[in-house]
């Protein structure tokens, strides 16, 4: 059974950074891409970044250059560091193992303007 749990959600000023983190129990990330979702009230799902089993990685065109997508495999871990944070970004961040039914249960992301 494949359990994906986020951490590192909070409260932020605009401008600032937060890290998530996304610990994976139950599988190794190296067999899959990983990737990270946000929801906003009101919208859709949207992409924001994946990281593959090569270290490729891609980004949604709203969190370019500010946004980065990494792991450890060791620690079956997968981070995203968010920097230059802005009200827009405000969300639940999702991990989600690409290919796979597998999300966690989201962490809140609230950006302060």
């Known amino acids: 059974q494949v359990q994906l749990v986020e951490s590192g959600g909070g409260l932020v000023q605009s401008g600032g950074s937060l890290r998530l983190s996304c610990a994976a129990s139950g599988s190794s990330f190296s067999s899959n891409a990983m990737g990270w979702y946000r929801q906003a009230p009101g919208k859709q799902r949207e992409f924001v970044a994946s990281?593959?089993?090569?270290?490729?990685?891609g980004y949604g065109d709203a969190v370019k250059g500010r946004f980065t997508i990494s792991t450890d495999n060791a620690k079956n871990t997968v981070y995203l560091q968010m920097n230059n944070l802005k009200s827009e970004d405000t969300a639940v961040y999702y991990c989600?193992?690409?290919?796979?039914?597998?999300w966690g249960q989201g962490t809140q992301v609230t950006v302060s303007s």
């Open positions: 990281i593959t089993r090569v270290g490729t990685t």
């Open positions: 989600h193992r690409i290919g796979s039914v597998h």
